[in-house]
């Protein structure tokens, strides 16, 4: 028996009489209402929630964006626009979404390393900031600036010489599959200023999951002096500098939320020094995880108790097809719990036991030996922290089970 339960430190859902609270709806009334399960639940309030506490922090000319593909739920993103100053988004698909809920063109940026042709029209002809991410993108853009009469507006995503230190996703740093290397970027800047594309600025960004505030300052630190450096070669000033993402979450035991305050006093002193050396530069954050992670669960049902050999089994009706990441799948090195407690026992705690979904597989594993040994048929095993990366990052058609369903809760006016 473990006496402290690992979601003791995560408090973002109530529990009353038992029963976890969603906006205030104890979890078997939810499930009543979506009337079925697996299901995603996301929080409004807590979105809400999260924007204001970064609000609080960063300096008002700071702009904050929303990367779509941590949680493309349309309702999230719909609710998120209002909130954030713009969205960025991975894929010709993500764009319709990004347009579709009314932030303007020119507040929507374009990232990842293999943008289609396609692709880069549609983003085109709508307007949106293109981070280009190779010498083919930035090539293939001319044509197309021709023939639908208007320039490109292109930032240039730096694979900068540094990298996010102890982040849980590396994407910078070394040879990289994201962005131009910083010692090319001179040369895709003079090709971009001959095809006279419109050149706004620099996209770095350099990894993900990061619950060090000094790691995540020096990146930042390293990325704006990397951009003074950078902007000698640029045909334009320098208009934006997206300091990319990398906020991270507590999962684990262990981990500690990330400290906003440092972050916020050393983008102060960021946006003094951008104000100097690049007068006309916005700095721009781009969060995805952060922004939803906490604020949504994981809710599946109860379908069998087996005991092997000694050790208890919780079957659930859900598993890795809808949440990959809490099998441990996805990014982790070594397999850690993610937070996982019984909805309608949120109370009490029992002796250990292992949570499985219904796949063929020794991989659908939800938890691994925690404190949930009085779960009876029926009753609902949630997964915290379950906001970012869930449905969208994981196998759904993976031995064809149904998929789940994703709702979000709460009023949107008070
Ligand atoms: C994934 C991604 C993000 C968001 O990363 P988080 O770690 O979820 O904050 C931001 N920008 C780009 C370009 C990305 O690919």
Not at 71 to 79: F, L
Not at 170 to 185: L, R, S, T, Y
Not at 228 to 244: D, H, K, M, Q, T
Request: glycine share 10%.
């Amino acid at each position: 028996m473990i006496d402290k339960p690992q979601h003791a430190e995560m408090r973002q859902f109530a529990i009353l009489d038992g029963n976890l609270q969603v906006a205030g709806i104890p979890l078997p009334r939810l499930a009543a209402q979506i009337g079925r399960t697996p299901f995603y639940a996301y929080d409004r309030g807590l979105l809400t929630q999260r924007i204001a506490q970064l609000r609080a922090i960063l300096p008002h000319s700071v702009k904050l964006h929303y990367a779509i593909k941590a949680n493309p739920m349309p309702a999230v993103v719909g609710h998120l626009a209002k909130l954030v100053d713009g969205l960025d988004v991975a894929s010709g698909a993500e764009l319709t979404m990004a347009l579709n809920t009314g932030v303007a063109a020119r507040e929507i940026s374009f990232a990842g390393p293999g943008k289609q042709h396609a692709e880069l029209r549609q983003a085109l002809a709508a307007g949106v900031l293109i981070n280009v991410e190779s010498l083919r993108e930035i090539r293939e853009l001319a044509p197309l600036s021709a023939e639908l009469g208007l320039p490109a507006r292109v930032a240039v995503r730096v694979n900068p010489g540094f990298e996010l230190k102890l982040s849980g996703m590396k994407m910078g740093g070394g040879p990289k599959q994201f962005g131009i290397d910083a010692e090319c970027v001179p040369d895709a800047l003079a090709e971009i200023g001959h095809l006279g594309l419109a050149f706004e600025g620099f996209h770095i960004f350099s990894g993900s999951q990061n619950l060090r505030p000094e790691a995540i300052c020096d990146a930042q630190n390293k990325a704006l002096a990397l951009a003074c450096e950078l902007a000698a070669f640029a045909p334009s000033p320098v208009r934006v500098l997206n300091l990319g993402g990398g906020f991270g979450i507590p999962y684990f035991p262990g981990d500690q939320a990330l400290d906003l305050a440092p972050i916020g006093a050393n983008l102060q002193t960021l946006a003094s020094v951008a104000q100097a050396r690049l007068p006309q530069a916005e700095l721009t954050l781009e969060l995805g995880r952060y922004l939803v992670g906490e604020a949504g669960i994981y809710v599946c049902r109860v379908v069998d108790i087996k005991i092997s050999r000694g050790q208890t089994f919780i079957v659930v009706d859900g598993g890795l097809h809808h949440h990959l990441a809490a099998s441990g799948n996805f990014g982790q090195i070594i397999r850690k719990n993610y937070p996982v407690l019984i909805g309608n026992r949120a109370d009490q705690t029992g002796p250990l036991a292992s949570v499985v979904g219904p796949l063929c597989t020794p991989l659908d594993l939800l938890a691994d030996n925690l404190p949930l040994g009085h779960a009876q048929p029926g009753d609902f095993v949630v997964v915290l922290q379950s906001g970012a990366y869930g449905p969208s990052a994981s196998p759904q058609r993976f031995l064809s089970h149904p998929e789940c369903a994703e709702v979000l809760v709460g009023l949107a006016r008070a």
